[in-house]
């Protein structure tokens, strides 16, 4: 059988798929497994054991494009978000079996349906995830951390990163600016006290992300030796390798969070407190903290007239310091409320 995984979104979108490829694998040696996700994700899933194929689509394809990604053999197209275009774009291309949930209109292009709200948020998406297999006659395992795969090349390439850098090493990982992030003063705070107290500290993420740290919040002057810049300059393959060599990453909920636990490098995420976040669905399968601010759940965030508008802020630096030090010694993931 020949098996395309669909789930053409976010970084660790696709990491949480991975269990869905490995448990397909076990029940049925001689399935080929292949993703359908996007071209800035598709380098995550390279020498993948489990994956044997990788197509791509942008969502501003045209449908004829996005039916020619399920020809060519599928057989069976999970859908573990149901993308109403993309299940339209298999239905046209007439793959046999079409798996999806069953609570929308547009479920009805799929012919085997998996009935459970995900919006209970009752376990993790992982698990959510190996569930749609059922609709294939199986029944799921115990989902295990997903895996990475990184070539000795690529980490001997990211230890030019971490050179004349003391360890233990760290990655902060800031992300994008927004009222549900920790604010970028506190990273480059961080980053300077982790340098000053030893560690050796790489600042990662996008060129949009870069962009949006002023040379007041990250000019080159304002950083002390034992930090590294990097931010903007790293493929998805290099983040890895770099993540793949340290000890700790730090992060919020993003991506690089779930790609630090499928390479075995302990975390310390920083959780904001919105239901749509919670740790029991988002949380990454791997060792270190969790960290959420001790506020009342939010449906959404609402901006300044929130009393809690300072949630992430409430996480001093000298908590984070403290945190990542137990991080790196951690055999499991705690979720702590700060």
């Known amino acids: 059988m020949n098996v395309l995984i669909v789930r053409p979104d976010g970084i660790g979108d696709v990491l949480l798929s991975l269990p869905v490829a490995t448990q397909l694998r076990n029940f049925l040696p001689n399935v080929t497994i292949g993703f359908l996700t996007s071209p800035s994700v598709a380098p995550l899933l390279e020498r993948h054991p489990d994956v044997d194929y990788v197509r791509t689509i942008r969502f501003t394809d045209p449908l004829n494009e996005v039916r020619h990604a399920f020809s060519q053999g599928v057989e069976a197209a999970i859908f573990l978000k149901p993308f109403r275009r993309l299940m339209w774009a298999a239905w046209l291309?007439?793959?046999?079996?079409?798996?999806a949930t069953g609570y929308r209109w547009y479920s009805l292009l799929a012919n085997r349906r998996m009935y459970e709200h995900r919006s209970e948020f009752a376990k993790h998406e992982s698990e959510y995830n190996v569930e749609m297999i059922r609709t294939l006659g199986l029944c799921p395992q115990k989902v295990t951390r997903p895996l990475l795969y990184v070539t000795n090349e690529e980490r001997s390439t990211a230890e030019l990163s971490w050179a004349h850098l003391p360890r233990p090493r760290v990655v902060l990982h800031?992300?994008?600016?927004?009222?549900?992030?920790?604010?970028?003063?506190?990273?480059?705070?961080?980053a300077v006290e982790l340098a000053r107290t030893g560690y050796g500290v790489v600042l990662t993420g996008s060129q949009m992300e870069k962009s949006h740290f002023d040379q007041d919040v990250l000019s080159p002057g304002s950083l002390p030796a034992g930090i590294s810049n990097r931010m903007g300059e790293?493929?998805?393959?290099?983040?890895?390798?770099?993540?793949?060599?340290?000890?700790v990453v730090v992060s919020g909920a993003t991506g690089p969070a779930h790609m630090a636990a499928a390479l075995n490098v302990p975390t310390v995420s920083l959780f904001d407190p919105r239901r749509n976040n919670l740790p029991v669905r988002w949380k990454p399968l791997g060792t270190g903290f969790l960290l959420r601010p001790d506020v009342p759940t939010c449906g959404k965030c609402i901006g300044k007239v929130c009393p809690y508008w300072d949630c992430l802020d409430r996480i001093t630096i000298d908590k984070v310091v403290a945190i990542i030090d137990q991080a790196i010694k951690a055999s499991s993931l705690t979720t702590l409320h700060i």
């Open 234 to 247: 790293l493929s998805l393959r290099e983040l890895m390798a770099l993540i793949a060599s340290a000890q």
């Open 93 to 99: 291309a007439r793959v046999p079996i079409r798996v």
């Open 174 to 190: 800031p992300g994008g600016l927004s009222a549900r992030r920790w604010q970028p003063e506190h990273y480059r705070d961080l």
